[in-house]
């Protein structure tokens, strides 16, 4: 008994490990877009308007979508949405490639756009089934694969990306991604073939439905804390340490580098931590724990500055994993929903931060809006009104 129970637990990992590989190959592909706008702007002589246009179409579709695929999912399962992702990726990845007009660069970023709609919400729901009950540790699992994806996808344009048509060198690995997923959908489609032939119980918890908005919406508040901060951080951090200490951009790279190993490190313990401790104690640390870190921050010298940068990454990072179980135990049931809302609203609050910030930076400066952004967590203390439920025994 111990052996089956053994070889049925390693299948389980080896699921959420597949999930965390296309989440590594999906995020790798959407975050060669941005990479490969030089590119584009010095051959096409796109205006950055225009430019802007292509990214305002893939977050669209790559935001927007999510919430309504994971809403019909949470209906009628489509355990075969994972692999039809990625054939929308690659036809993405192909009409960048291959495109000769402008219209062609908004329909490659479209079909870019969604095929993460349809991967997220489908993989969020499998790697919940996959967890065992340890939610927050896959959670993490699968956050690691897209964060690690979002980092070498750059890399990957900067070192192999030179022409327009060298994009179809990524066309294999989106065909690797699909097969890696259909391995995962037919997994799925066993899970929900014996959820039918048992008797479900899923739990409840005594929340209304007012108590239940409200925690949404101090959650929202939570993700517009943490994501407005990181989206600065990614979008202006380097341009920060050029200006207040002249490194070279190289040196700026590097301390980028670092704020990123943090955020992989705190993507990594957040989950398990919260299954030991509770995704409620999770959040309320990492978004107003780092409060401190972030107010110094722009008043210390270089060193300091990327030992802080790693601090505040890492305790940054472990919140959404563990915001993303806390919801789905909220609404126990609406797993796809929940997911699809959650990554789209990151989507959405990143993308429209980076610009904002971006128009505030050009007229106070960096420095003063990094003091500025600097108070953002203390919006964490909205954390002590998140009721505090068991999450034990709900079944999605």
């Given at each position: 008994?111990?052996?089956?129970?053994?070889s049925a637990n390693q299948r389980v990992m080896s699921i959420i490990l597949v999930?965390?590989?296309?989440?590594?190959?999906?995020?790798?592909?959407?975050?060669?877009?941005?990479?490969?706008?030089?590119?584009?702007?010095?051959?096409?002589?796109?205006?950055?308007?225009?430019?802007?246009?292509?990214?305002?179409?893939?977050?669209?579709?790559?935001?927007?979508?999510?919430?309504?695929?994971?809403?019909?999912?949470?209906?009628?399962?489509?355990?075969?949405?994972?692999?039809?992702?990625?054939?929308?990726?690659?036809?993405?990845?192909?009409?960048?490639?291959?495109?000769?007009?402008?219209?062609?660069?908004?329909?490659?970023?479209?079909?870019?756009?969604?095929?993460?709609?349809?991967?997220?919400?489908?993989?969020?729901?499998?790697?919940?089934?996959?967890?065992?009950?340890?939610?927050?540790?896959?959670?993490?699992?699968?956050?690691?694969?897209?964060?690690?994806?979002?980092?070498?996808?750059?890399?990957?344009?900067?070192?192999?990306?030179?022409?327009?048509?060298?994009?179809?060198?990524?066309?294999?690995?989106?065909?690797?991604?699909?097969?890696?997923?259909?391995?995962?959908?037919?997994?799925?489609?066993?899970?929900?073939?014996?959820?039918?032939?048992?008797?479900?119980?899923?739990?409840?918890?005594?929340?209304?439905?007012?108590?239940?908005?409200?925690?949404?919406?101090?959650?929202?508040?939570?993700?517009?804390?943490?994501?407005?901060?990181?989206?600065?951080?990614?979008?202006?951090?380097?341009?920060?340490?050029?200006?207040?200490?002249?490194?070279?951009?190289?040196?700026?790279?590097?301390?980028?580098?670092?704020?990123?190993?943090?955020?992989?490190?705190?993507?990594?313990?957040?989950?398990?931590?919260?299954?030991?401790?509770?995704?409620?104690?999770?959040?309320?640390?990492?978004?107003?724990?780092?409060?401190?870190?972030?107010?110094?921050?722009?008043?210390?010298?270089?060193?300091?500055?990327?030992?802080?940068?790693?601090?505040?990454?890492?305790?940054?990072?472990?919140?959404?994993?563990?915001?993303?179980?806390?919801?789905?135990?909220?609404?126990?049931?609406?797993?796809?929903?929940?997911?699809?809302?959650?990554?789209?609203?990151?989507?959405?609050?990143?993308?429209?931060?980076?610009?904002?910030?971006?128009?505030?930076?050009?007229?106070?400066?960096?420095?003063?809006?990094?003091?500025?952004?600097?108070?953002?967590?203390?919006?964490?203390?909205?954390?002590?009104?998140?009721?505090?439920?068991?999450?034990?025994?709900?079944?999605?």
């Amino acid at each position: 008994m111990q052996a089956v129970a053994s070889s049925a637990n390693q299948r389980v990992m080896s699921i959420i490990l597949v999930i965390c590989a296309g989440h590594f190959i999906n995020d790798a592909m959407q975050s060669l877009l941005p990479s490969i706008y030089p590119i584009l702007h010095d051959k096409y002589a796109l205006s950055f308007l225009q430019v802007g246009l292509i990214t305002a179409t893939y977050q669209i579709t790559g935001s927007l979508l999510q919430p309504i695929v994971g809403f019909y999912g949470d209906k009628t399962p489509m355990p075969i949405a994972l692999p039809i992702s990625f054939v929308f990726s690659l036809l993405g990845i192909l009409s960048l490639a291959f495109a000769q007009n402008y219209s062609l660069f908004i329909l490659g970023s479209a079909l870019l756009g969604l095929g993460s709609s349809l991967f997220h919400p489908e993989a969020a729901r499998v790697t919940r089934t996959a967890s065992g009950g340890r939610y927050g540790f896959a959670q993490s699992v699968f956050q690691i694969g897209g964060n690690t994806g979002t980092a070498v996808g750059p890399l990957i344009a900067a070192l192999f990306i030179s022409r327009q048509q060298q994009l179809v060198w990524i066309a294999p690995f989106a065909v690797i991604g699909a097969m890696l997923l259909k391995y995962a959908s037919n997994w799925y489609i066993g899970q929900l073939k014996q959820k039918t032939k048992r008797t479900e119980t899923t739990a409840t918890h005594t929340l209304s439905k007012s108590a239940i908005a409200t925690s949404l919406a101090i959650l929202i508040g939570l993700m517009f804390a943490k994501y407005v901060y990181l989206s600065t951080f990614q979008n202006y951090y380097t341009l920060y340490v050029i200006e207040k200490f002249g490194v070279s951009v190289k040196q700026a790279q590097l301390m980028l580098f670092l704020f990123l190993s943090g955020v992989a490190i705190g993507t990594i313990f957040g989950g398990p931590i919260g299954d030991k401790i509770g995704a409620r104690v999770v959040i309320w640390i990492s978004i107003l724990g780092v409060l401190p870190f972030t107010l110094i921050l722009p008043f210390v010298g270089l060193i300091p500055t990327a030992i802080l940068s790693v601090i505040i990454g890492a305790i940054l990072a472990s919140a959404f994993p563990a915001i993303v179980v806390y919801a789905q135990e909220l609404i126990p049931g609406k797993v796809g929903t929940i997911g699809g809302a959650m990554y789209g609203l990151s989507f959405g609050i990143a993308a429209l931060s980076s610009a904002v910030m971006g128009y505030i930076g050009d007229y106070i400066g960096l420095h003063k809006l990094f003091i500025l952004c600097s108070f953002l967590p203390i919006l964490g203390i909205l954390a002590i009104f998140l009721p505090n439920f068991e999450d034990k025994n709900i079944i999605t």
